[in-house]
T-cell receptor
Framework: GESVGLHLPTLSVQEGDNSIINCAYS??????FIWYKQESGKGPQFIID?????DKRQGQRVTVLLNKTVKHLSLQIAATQPGDSAVYFC????????????FGKGTLLTVNP | GAVVSQHPSRVICKSGTSVKIECRSL??????MFWYRQFPKQSLMLMAT?????????EQGVEKDKFLINHASLTLSTLTVTSAHPEDSSFYIC?????????????FGPGTRLTVL
């Protein structure tokens, strides 16, 4: 069925290293993708988004890459900091879905000082 | 801007009672709000879509008579868990989409932790 999933459930990195979190989606009709950060006991926090007419978008210390050919999405965090420790979710939506988001399984990022 | 609040943040109730959770958009009007449920170490699962002034649209498998949703104004949606049971214990999160814009961006509330004894 249609789904959005992640390759790695956990990721542990050293402070200062770059982190890469991956996400796969199966619906070729998906046209808008978002990365969210969720800290323990809190709601998801918007990080960065990308539309299907783009393959790369950069923010502050974060970059999202979209490969529509293989239906793959990644989030790159530069110079990872302890405050980046959280669960990261990718989510997708598509035209005609009434803006409903489908979330991936999540990746727990742990940054070691 | 684009702040969404939820109340209460945490609630503990006895089995069989009903619990109401409020979701408010503080600095914008939200024509559409969404309710999610999240179990420990799992992802967010959409329960229903709430449009101001109309009936909510529930996802498959979500009982509309158990999870009552009201979206009476452009800044407030409520979720009432009726006759709650221990299996309803979960983290309930709402989100809101900014009205009047051709945008898919949703802003999330801080969540409500429900524990049913």
């Amino acid at each position: 069925g249609e789904s959005v999933g992640l390759h790695l459930p956990t990721l542990s990195v050293q402070e200062g290293d770059n982190s890469i979190i991956n996400c796969a989606y199966s619906n070729s009709a998906s046209d808008y993708f978002i990365w969210y950060k969720q800290e323990s006991g809190k709601g998801p926090q918007f990080i960065i988004d990308i539309r299907s007419n783009m393959d790369k978008r950069q923010g502050q210390r974060v970059t999202v890459l979209l490969n529509k050919t293989v239906k793959h999405l990644s989030l790159q965090i530069a110079a990872t900091q302890p405050g980046d420790s959280a669960v990261y979710f990718c989510a997708e939506t598509r035209r005609g879905s009434n803006y409903k988001l489908t979330f991936g399984k999540g990746t727990l990022l742990t940054v070691n000082p | 801007g684009a702040v969404v609040s939820q109340h209460p943040s945490r609630v503990i109730c006895k089995s069989g009672t009903s619990v109401k959770i409020e979701c408010r958009s503080l600095d914008f009007q939200a024509t559409t709000m969404f309710w999610y449920r999240q179990f420990p170490k799992q992802s967010l699962m959409l329960m229903a879509t709430s449009n101001e002034g109309s009936k909510a649209t529930y996802e498959q498998g979500v009982e509309k008579d158990k999870f009552l949703i009201n979206h009476a104004s452009l800044t407030l949606s409520t979720l009432t868990v009726t006759s709650a049971h221990p299996e309803d214990s979960s983290f309930y999160i709402c989100s809101a989409r900014v009205g009047g814009q051709r945008t898919d961006t949703q802003y999330f509330g801080p969540g409500t932790r429900l524990t049913v004894l």
